[in-house]
C-alpha cells in the first residue's frame, strides 16, 4: 500500500499525496543527477584511456570533483528521502523541511556545478586543505567561493533535514526504544521496527558528520578571512576525513535501512529486531565516528593509538555487517516465498555488492597493506563497489519498488533481466579494472598515466567498455522506472 | 607476485565465494519451505565465532607489520624530500627553502647503497602530496604523505638496484598526475672505503 | 598550542634584554656571524658534521667534542657568563627540562660553552655554581678557543654581536643536539619548554619522534604535541575533533528528551 496511509490519524489525505508526489519528486533528481553524474564517470574513465589527448587535465580534475561531490550528494539525499518517505508508516517528518532540503540541494548542486564547469574547480571531491588556496591558475576564488557557498548550503540544509527525522522518529519512539536497547535488556521489540533502528543509528551519526562539515568549513572560512592565520593541516585533515568518511558511510546504512523495511514485504516474512540486531547497531554506532582513522594511515604525525584503532575499529566495523545485515538478509531470503521482482533483486544485489566491497575495504584497511593500497585506484574501487553495486542498487530499488507501487503498473520480465544482467556484468567489469589497476600500483586520480604506469591506461581501456554496459542498463532502468514515476507525479 | 597482486586474487576469491553464496541463496527460493529457526541462530553463532576469530587473527599478524618506523632502529641513511607543486626535491642535504628546493629538483638524483636503511624525511611546502616510491619494474613499494607544517619520517630499505621513481599519490592540482622525482640505489661494493665515501655523502 | 611564535617572539625579546641589561665592565669585543632576528632555521643544519674542537671543560683536562661525544650525546649551548639577559634564565629552564625529562647523564650531556673570550675557567666555574650544577655528572662547562668557537658557531648557525652601547652581547638561546659527530636536532628559545626538550632528548636515545611541526608557520589549534612523559598531549585542535561527536550526541539526546515519544 502507497505510503503515507491516510487515515490512520497520522496523515490526512491531501498530506499523503504531497508526501507521496515530494519523493516522487526527490526520486527524480536523484535519477537526474546519477545519470549526469555516470555520465561524467564515463568521461573521466575515457579520459584516463587517453581517448581525448588534446583536452586539459583541468577538464579531468573539475569533472572529478563534481563526479564525486555530486554521486556522495546524490546517494545521500536519495538514502534520506526513502528513509523519510518510509517513517511516514510510523511518524511525522515535515513535508517543508523535506522540501526546503530539496530546494537546497538543487541550488546547492547548481552552485557546485557552476564552481566545477566554469570556474573549473578542481579539488577532488574532499577539498583537502589547503589545496583549493593553490589553484595554480587554474581556478580563479570566485569558484573558491561559489564551491565553499555551495557546501555550506548543502551542509545547512541536510542538517536541519537529518534533525527533523530523528525529531520525527522521537516523535514515536523514546531514545531507549529506538536505539533497542529495551530488547537488550531483555523485553520484547515492542513493535519497534528494526528500520527505525538502523535510521535512528545512521542519523545521529550523520549529524556528527555534519558538524564536522560545518566545523570544517568554519576554519576554512577564518582561514580564508583573516590573513596571518593558518590551520593545522592535521587537524584538517582527520575533520575532513571524519566528514566525508561518515557521511558515505551513512548514506551506505541509509539504503540498508530501506533493504530491512522493504525486502521482508519481497520474501514474505518479518525481519524483526532481535537481540542481535540491536546490539550489532549499537556497535555500529559507536564505531563509525571511529573509522575515519584508516584514511590518515600514510600521514605518520598521526599518534600510533589512532592508527592501530583504525585498524581495528574498521575490521570490527565488518563484524555486525555481516554477521546481522548480511547473514540476516540471506536468511530473510533463505527457501522464502520470493517474490523477485526488479526491485527486489536490486536489493538483493545490493547487499551482495556491500559484502563484496566490505571484503575489499578490509584488506585496504590492514596498515600493513595499506602502504601499498593507500590512494592508488584500489580505493575507487572498493567505494564504488560499496556505491554502485551496494548502496545505489538499493535506492534505485527504492525508487522501482515506489515507481510500481504508486502506479500499479506491472513491469516487464524482459526488461528486468536485461537491466540486471547488464547492471552486474557492467558494474562487476568496470570494477574489476579498478582492483586489478590498484593492485598493479595505478594510483587514483591521476588525469593520464606516466609511461611507467601504462598499464592505467590498459584497465581504463577495459572499463570503458564495461561502464557501455552500466550506461544501457541505466537507460533501460530510466525507462521502465522514471516513466512510472512522472507518471505517478503528474497523476 | 607482489603482496598487492597476491590481495588481489585473495580479493577476486572471497568476491567469487559471497557471490556463490548469494546466488545459491537466490536459487533456494525456487523451492519455499520453512527454515528451522534455531538451526539458522546456530548458523549465525558459527558464523560470527569464526569472523570474529579470523579477524583476530589477521590483526595479531598484521598490527606487527606497520610501516612506521622502529625506535631502536637507527637509520644509515638520511634523505630529505620537500614536495611542492609540481616536483619533488630529493637530497640528501636539507631542504630549508624553495632555492634548496629548486637545487634539489635540478641536481643530480641521489644515489642510495643497495640494503642501508634510509629515512625519508618527508615534507611540503604549499598543499599535501604524497610521497610514493615505485621500484624500477613500476611496483608501489611504500609511501608517506607529504604535510605542510609537518617533517613525516618514512624508513625503506632497498634490495634491488635501479631506478626508482617517486610519483605524488596526494591530489595537488592540475599537474598532480605529472608530479614526480627519482632516485638511484647503486650496489653496495664490499670495499669499505667506497661504502664510507657514499656515506659520507650527506651532509657536508 | 602555537611552536613557533612564542619562539620567534621570545627570541626577538631576548635580544631586546641583552641590550637593555646592566651594563658590565667592557673591554673592546668581537662579534660573529650574521645577526638575525630569526632564529637559525633547523632544517638548514641538520644531519651536518660538528667541527671536532677542543674544549677545556672546568674540571680535567682539555678534550675534543669528538671524545666527549664517544661516552654519550650531546646537547651543546651557548653562554657567556656576563650575560645580564637571557643566558641564566636560559640555563634555569634547561635544567627544569632536563630534570622534567630524565635521561640526563645517562642517555645524554648538556655542554655549555662560552663564547665570550673573556670568560676564564673561574667564571665558567662560578657561574656553574650558582646554577647548583657544577657536581653534575650530566653538565659539562668548558670554554675553547676562539677560532674553535667561530667553527662551531659557523657549523650550527649561532652568531653573537657586540654592542658598545649597552656592554653586552646579542645573541640567541639555542640547543644543539649532537651525535655521533652530527647535528640530530636543534632548538631555539629563550626558555625551553619541557615538551620540545623531550623531542630532542628522545631522538638521542635513537626514540623515533614520528613528526615535528617544521618551523616558520603561526598555527593555531594544532591536534597533538610530545610531552615530557613522553606521551602524546592533546591540543585546541583535538578538542575540535571531539565536537561534532559531542554536538551529535547532544542534539540527539536534547531531540529525543524534549518528545518524549510516545512509546507504543
Ligand atoms: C558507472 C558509474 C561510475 C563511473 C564510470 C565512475 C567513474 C569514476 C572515475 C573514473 C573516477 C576517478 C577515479 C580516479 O581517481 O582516477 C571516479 C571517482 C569517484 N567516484 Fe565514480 N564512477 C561511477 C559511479 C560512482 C558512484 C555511484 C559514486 C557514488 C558516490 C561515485 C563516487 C565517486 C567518488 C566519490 C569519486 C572520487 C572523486 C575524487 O577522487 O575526488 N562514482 N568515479
Ligand atoms: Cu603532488
Redesign the interface.
Given at each position: 500500500m502507497p505510503l503515507p496511509v491516510a487515515g490512520d490519524g497520522l496523515w490526512q489525505e491531501g498530506e499523503a499525496r504531497a508526501f507521496r508526489r515530494l519523493t516522487l519528486a526527490w526520486m527524480g533528481t536523484m535519477m537526474f543527477l546519477f545519470s549526469t553524474m555516470l555520465l561524467l564517470g564515463y568521461f573521466m574513465r575515457l579520459f584516463q584511456a587517453n581517448a581525448f589527448r588534446t583536452m586539459r587535465p583541468e577538464w579531468f580534475y573539475a569533472v572529478l570533483t563534481l563526479h564525486g561531490l555530486g554521486m556522495v550528494a546524490t546517494w545521500f539525499v536519495g538514502g534520506m528521502a526513502a528513509t523519510g518517505y518510509l517513517l511516514t508508516r510510523y511518524s511525522r517528518p515535515s513535508i517543508w523541511i523535506s522540501r526546503l532540503a530539496l530546494a537546497g540541494t538543487l541550488v546547492g548542486a547548481g552552485l557546485l556545478a557552476a564552481a566545477t564547469l566554469f570556474g573549473l574547480f578542481g579539488t577532488g571531491w574532499y577539498f583537502l586543505y589547503p589545496l583549493p588556496f593553490y589553484s595554480s591558475g587554474v581556478w580563479p576564488p570566485w569558484a573558491t567561493g561559489c564551491f565553499f557557498g555551495a557546501l555550506a548550503l548543502l551542509f545547512s540544509v541536510w542538517t536541519i533535514w537529518v534533525l527533523d527525522l530523528l525529531r520525527a522518529i522521537a516523535s514515536r519512539f523514546p531514545l531507549r526504544q529506538a536505539l533497542g536497547w529495551h530488547v537488550l535488556s531483555g523485553r520484547p521489540s515492542l513493535g519497534v521496527p528494526s528500520f527505525v533502528l538502523v535510521a535512528t543509528v545512521s542519523l545521529i551519526a550523520g549529524a556528527a558528520g555534519l558538524a564536522a562539515g560545518m566545523v570544517l568549513l568554519g576554519l576554512w572560512a577564518v582561514e580564508w578571512l583573516r590573513s596571518g592565520y593558518s590551520n593545522d593541516a592535521l587537524l584538517m585533515k582527520n575533520l575532513t576525513f571524519f566528514f566525508g568518511h561518515i557521511i558515505t558511510n551513512i548514506t551506505m546504512y541509509l539504503g540498508v535501512g530501506v533493504v530491512y523495511e522493504l525486502l521482508p514485504g519481497y520474501a514474505g516474512r518479518p525481519w524483526k529486531l532481535s537481540k542481535a540486531l540491536a546490539w550489532a547497531w549499537n556497535t555500529v554506532l559507536l564505531l563509525v565516528v571511529l573509522a575515519y582513522a584508516h584514511h590518515l594511515y600514510m600521514d605518520f604525525a598521526q599518534p600510533r593509538v589512532l592508527q592501530d584503532t583504525g585498524q581495528i575499529v574498521s575490521y570490527f566495523l565488518s563484524v555486525p555487517a555481516a554477521v546481522v545485515s548480511i547473514f540476516g538478509g540471506l536468511a530473510l531470503v533463505y527457501a522464502a516465498p520470493m517474490r523477485w521482482t526488479l526491485a527486489s533483486w536490486l536489493f538483493f544485489l545490493g547487499l551482495m555488492g556491500w559484502a563484496i566491497g566490505g571484503v575489499g575495504a578490509v584488506i585496504d584497511s590492514t596498515v600493513a597493506l595499506n602502504s601499498r593500497f593507500h590512494n592508488t585506484l584500489w580505493v575507487p574501487a572498493h567505494f564504488h563497489t560499496y556505491y554502485l553495486m551496494g548502496v545505489v542498487l538499493m535506492l534505485l530499488g527504492f525508487a522501482h519498488h515506489l515507481a510500481v507501487d504508486l502506479t500499479g503498473e506491472p513491469e516487464r520480465p524482459a526488461m528486468r533481466h536485461a537491466i540486471l544482467a547488464l547492471l552486474a556484468i557492467g558494474g562487476y567489469g568496470f570494477l574489476l579494472a579498478f582492483y586489478w589497476a590498484g593492485a598493479h600500483s595505478v594510483p587514483r586520480r591521476f588525469a593520464a598515466y606516466p609511461r611507467e604506469l601504462s598499464q592505467g591506461v590498459a584497465a581504463a581501456r577495459v572499463a570503458v567498455v564495461f561502464i557501455a554496459l552500466i550506461v544501457i542498463a541505466v537507460a533501460l532502468y530510466l525507462w521502465e522506472t522514471a516513466r512510472r514515476c512522472w507518471r505517478a507525479f503528474s497523476a | 607476485m607482489t603482496p598487492q597482486v597476491q590481495a588481489f586474487w585473495i580479493f577476486v576469491a572471497m568476491a567469487c565465494l559471497v557471490a556463490g553464496f548469494f546466488l545459491w541463496v537466490a536459487r533456494s527460493t525456487r523451492q519455499a519451505h520453512e527454515v528451522n529457526q534455531d538451526a539458522a541462530r546456530r548458523l549465525r553463532r558459527n558464523f560470527f565465532y569464526s569472523l570474529t576469530g579470523l579477524l583476530v587473527i589477521v590483526l595479531a599478524l598484521t598490527l606487527r607489520h606497520m610501516p612506521y618506523p622502529v625506535p631502536t632502529e637507527r637509520p644509515e641513511r638520511i634523505i630529505f624530500v620537500v614536495g611542492k607543486q609540481f616536483a619533488f626535491g630529493i637530497s640528501s642535504r636539507p631542504i630549508a627553502d624553495d632555492a634548496d628546493w629548486e637545487a634539489a629538483t635540478y641536481s643530480a638524483p641521489v644515489q642510495i647503497p643497495t640494503g642501508a636503511m634510509v629515512e625519508f624525511r618527508v615534507s611540503s611546502f604549499d598543499v599535501n602530496h604524497g610521497f610514493a616510491v615505485y621500484s624500477p619494474s613500476g611496483e608501489l613499494l611504500g609511501q608517506v604523505q607529504a604535510m605542510p607544517g609537518y617533517v613525516n619520517r618514512l624508513r625503506m630499505r632497498f634490495r634491488r638496484p635501479g631506478i626508482y621513481h617517486v610519483f605524488c599519490l596526494e591530489f595537488c592540482g592540475m599537474d598532480h598526475y605529472r608530479m614526480r622525482g627519482l632516485f638511484f640505489v647503486v650496489p653496495r661494493t664490499n670495499t669499505q672505503s667506497h661504502t664510507r665515501s657514499l656515506l659520507a655523502g650527506t651532509g657536508e | 598550542m602555537t611552536t613557533a611564535r612564542p619562539m620567534l617572539g621570545s627570541v626577538v625579546a631576548l635580544a631586546m634584554a641583552c641590550l637593555l641589561a646592566a651594563a658590565c665592565p667592557a673591554s673592546a669585543q668581537d662579534s660573529l656571524g650574521q645577526p638575525a632576528n630569526t632564529p637559525p632555521?633547523e632544517?638548514?643544519?641538520?644531519?651536518?658534521?660538528v667541527p671536532d674542537i677542543t674544549i677545556t671543560p672546568i674540571e680535567g683536562s682539555p678534550v675534543t667534542l669528538s671524545a666527549l661525544g664517544r661516552s654519550s650525546p650531546l646537547v651543546i649551548t651557548f653562554i657567556y657568563t656576563r650575560c645580564g639577559g637571557v643566558c641564566s634564565p636560559f640555563l634555569e629552564s634547561l635544567a627544569a627540562a632536563a630534570r622534567q625529562t630524565g635521561g640526563l647523564g645517562s642517555a645524554y650531556r648538556i655542554l655549555v660553552l662560552s663564547f665570550d673570550s673573556r670568560d676564564t675557567l673561574a667564571d665558567l666555574r662560578a657561574a656553574a655554581r650558582a646554577h647548583g650544577l657544577a657536581a653534575d655528572q650530566g653538565w659539562i662547562f668548558g670554554a675553547a678557543s676562539s677560532p674553535d668557537i667561530a667553527r662551531l658557531a659557523r657549523a650550527t648557525g649561532f652568531w653573537f654581536a657586540w654592542h658598545w652601547s649597552s656592554g653586552q652581547y646579542d645573541h640567541p638561546s639555542l640547543l644543539i643536539a649532537v651525535d655521533q659527530g652530527?647535528i640530530v636536532r636543534m632548538l631555539a628559545g629563550a626558555t625551553i619548554p619541557p615538551s620540545r626538550f623531550r623531542e630532542i632528548t628522545d631522538e638521542l636515545r635513537?626514540?623515533?619522534v614520528?613528526?615535528?611541526?617544521?618551523q616558520n608557520?603561526?598555527?593555531?589549534?594544532?591536534?597533538?604535541r610530545y610531552t615530557p612523559g613522553g606521551g602524546?598531549q592533546i591540543g585546541w585542535?583535538?578538542l575540535?575533533?571531539l565536537?561534532?561527536?559531542a554536538?551529535?550526541?547532544s542534539?540527539?539526546?536534547w531531540?529525543?528528551?524534549?518528545?518524549?515519544?510516545?512509546?507504543?
Open positions: - | - | 632555521d632544517t638548514s643544519f641538520i644531519f651536518r658534521r652530527r635513537g626514540k623515533f614520528p613528526s615535528y611541526p617544521a608557520r603561526r598555527v593555531a589549534f594544532r591536534c597533538f602524546i585542535g583535538f575540535v575533533l565536537a561534532p561527536g554536538l551529535a550526541i542534539s540527539a539526546l531531540i529525543f528528551a524534549r518528545s518524549r515519544g510516545s512509546a507504543s
